[in-house]
């Protein structure tokens, strides 16, 4: 019975430390109204929301990043907004946090601002590689309604990508193939032969 025990408590705590380190994330995508959406699609313009909650979010500060692959390895990374090394006013007051994204594709680049609670990114510019009608917005939910992530070690969690599809011998093509796979972010290029792409991260410290 002390073994049963003592098994249980191990148990029990094990899972007390892993809520304590773990952060829900859930999203909404676009605009509520039809209209504001079909707006939207015809500019071009995409906008997610991303809602993190997670008792351990409280007194952090965070850094939202995007890596640009192209022919499968890693071009560059820019810092899109970092709250770290600013005054204390920016670190999370609370258990959760809702960060608003914005692209909008035009002809050769893409365009971004990231919106928080207290405050908003600059407004961005990238170099598109292939035209522009082939990019689309994607998270990583597939099916899900929530994901969960242990930020214990501060990891870069993936959150967006910004691709173009796979596309196959048949001539058919896929977006959600790629983003709804197992297959790393960092290896969408090599594995699904994309030749150019985007991923946001945000870093929690």
């Known amino acids: 019975m002390k073994l049963k025990t003592a098994l249980l408590f191990a148990l029990l705590f094990s899972n007390f430390i892993f809520s304590q380190n773990t952060i829900k994330l859930t999203a909404n995508y676009g605009s509520e109204n039809n209209d504001i959406q079909n707006l939207l699609d015809f500019d071009d313009i995409y906008i997610e ?71 908003g990114s600059k407004t961005v510019y990238f170099k598109l590689k292939s035209p522009f009608e082939d990019y689309a917005l994607k998270d990583f939910f597939g099916s899900k309604k929530e994901l969960n992530f242990d930020i214990s070690n501060n990891p870069e969690i993936p959150l967006l990508a910004l691709i173009t599809p796979t596309i196959h011998k048949d001539g058919s093509s896929s977006y959600c193939e790629v983003a709804q796979s197992d297959i790393k972010p960092e290896n969408f290029g090599t594995h699904f032969k994309i030749p150019h792409y985007f991923i946001i991260t945000i870093k929690f410290k």
Do not use: P, R
Request: no cysteine.
């Open 49 to 119: 929301q991303l809602h993190f909650e997670g008792e351990n979010l409280k007194g952090k500060h965070y850094e939202i990043s995007l890596q640009e692959f192209t022919k499968g390895k890693l071009t560059h990374t820019y810092s899109l907004f970092d709250t770290y090394g600013n005054d204390d006013y920016f670190k999370l007051k609370s258990s959760k946090e809702s960060l608003k994204f914005f692209f909008k594709t035009t002809d050769k680049k893409v365009k971004i601002y990231v919106q928080g609670t207290q405050l």
